[in-house]
């Protein structure tokens, strides 16, 4: 018995009957400064404190969607706990690496709810994707108004703009939605 699926941090070359313990990895590469960041890992242990520990030194700031923020300066926590499908703004002081630990999540099967406006989201995919394909079905209900990257690149359908090329893996995106979406 063990973890049978190659792909998972605790692969096990000996095991042949799953045991439904693999526990997958994703490692964010985070500049210096801002950055807007996400992760398709659902960490065991949820609080935002826990899953950035190991960058406590580095963090200046951590806010997440409603601007509610992380202050490890502080021993602050107004976050609580990391939410799947959300992104999350980060400024770091250096450069870092943060390894996050747990169950890889299925972006077919975690929606993501949108409210009215701005919203910041992950990219729960493993490899990149078009933006426009991402967002095919926001698109055809005429929900999505603007996406954009931490560089500032735009998605703007209704100029038929795609400054932003594909998502990739790592990376948050702010959204504008003209209504209440998933």
């Known amino acids: 018995y ?3 699926d ?13 045991d439904s313990s693999c526990v997958y990895s994703q490692t964010l590469d985070i500049n210096a400064g801002w ?14 404190s826990v899953v950035f520990s190991p960058l406590v030194d580095h ?3 951590l806010k997440n969607n409603v601007g509610s ?3 490890p300066e502080w021993n602050f926590n107004g976050i609580g706990d990391i939410i799947a499908g959300q992104g999350y703004q980060i400024k770091l002081n250096s450069v870092q690496q943060l390894t996050i630990f747990g169950e890889m999540l299925v972006p077919d099967l975690t929606p993501i709810e949108l409210i009215l406006g701005w919203n910041l989201i992950a990219y729960l995919r493993q490899s990149p994707a078009d933006v426009a394909s991402v967002f095919q079905e926001m ?6 108004v603007i996406a954009k990257d931490y560089y500032g690149n735009a ?3 209704e ?8 998502m990739v893996t790592g990376q948050g995106y702010q959204l504008k939605v003209n209504n209440a979406d998933i």
């Open 159 to 166: 100029w038929n703009f795609n400054g932003i090329g594909d």
């Open 139 to 144: 698109l055809s209900n005429g929900s999505l």
């Open 59 to 61: 963090i200046v700031l």
């Open 69 to 71: 923020a992380y202050l």
């Open 35 to 48: 950055s807007l960041i996400s992760t398709y890992i659902q960490p065991e242990d949820l609080d935002i």
């Open 6 to 18: 190659e792909f998972a941090s605790n692969y096990n070359l000996d095991a042949y009957i799953d």
């Open 2 to 4: 063990g973890c049978t």
């Open 155 to 157: 998605f703007l359908p």
